[in-house]
């Protein structure tokens, strides 16, 4: 009787596992935040974005059932040089008059070897195309680095980056 007692409690654990729900943290944007961007590797200077909101659910233990929405103010670009922010903005790289508004939606979170890979939809100047790039999630700091083709998003300044890639590091605190 207690052997059959042990099987249906262990059957009931079994099953109700089944239906747990893992939540994820949602995470608000702490102050201190950087959005950094390469223009191509001979530039050793970055540019800077202002702006950032995003809407992060993200579960470190189960990043599948992470969501990534955000947006930032490609207006606040900021080269440190006001001739090159001024460039910065014209409609043959960022085209601010236009397209105020840079947005990334993710479509999957994954763990891989050295942290997470999130791959979503990134819409620039209007044209949306499907990146992913690997981060890591540490002290609830989320750290990133990934490359998109210039030419991939109509950025064609002449003299500056032609077809060559744009370098975006993206280090972002955040609190629950």
């Not at 050793?44 to 990043?63: Q, R, T, V």
């Not at 990334?104 to 994954?110: K, L, W, Y």
């Not at 763990?111 to 540490?138: A, C, H, Q, R, W």
């Amino acid at each position: 009787m207690k052997t059959i007692q042990l099987m249906t409690a262990a059957l009931i654990m079994v099953v109700a596992s089944a239906f747990v729900s893992y939540k994820s943290v949602d995470w608000k944007i702490k102050e201190g935040y950087s959005v950094k961007v390469f223009r191509n590797a001979q530039v050793h200077y970055p540019i800077y974005f202002k702006g950032l909101k995003a809407s992060i659910s993200f579960d470190k233990e189960h990043p599948e059932k992470s969501k990534i929405q955000a947006s930032i103010d490609a207006t606040t670009v900021d080269t440190g040089v006001e001739l090159m922010t001024a460039h910065a903005k014209e409609e043959s790289v960022l085209d601010t008059d236009h397209f105020p508004v840079i947005t990334f939606q993710s479509s999957s979170v994954r763990k891989n070897s050295t942290g997470y890979e999130v791959t979503g939809m990134l819409t620039l100047k209007g044209i949306t195309k499907e990146i992913n790039f690997p981060f890591t999630f540490d002290k609830d700091t989320f750290i990133g680095t990934f490359s998109i083709a210039a030419k991939d998003f109509n950025i064609n300044r002449e003299g500056a980056v032609p077809s060559g890639q744009i370098k975006i590091e993206l280090t972002i605190p955040v609190t629950e």
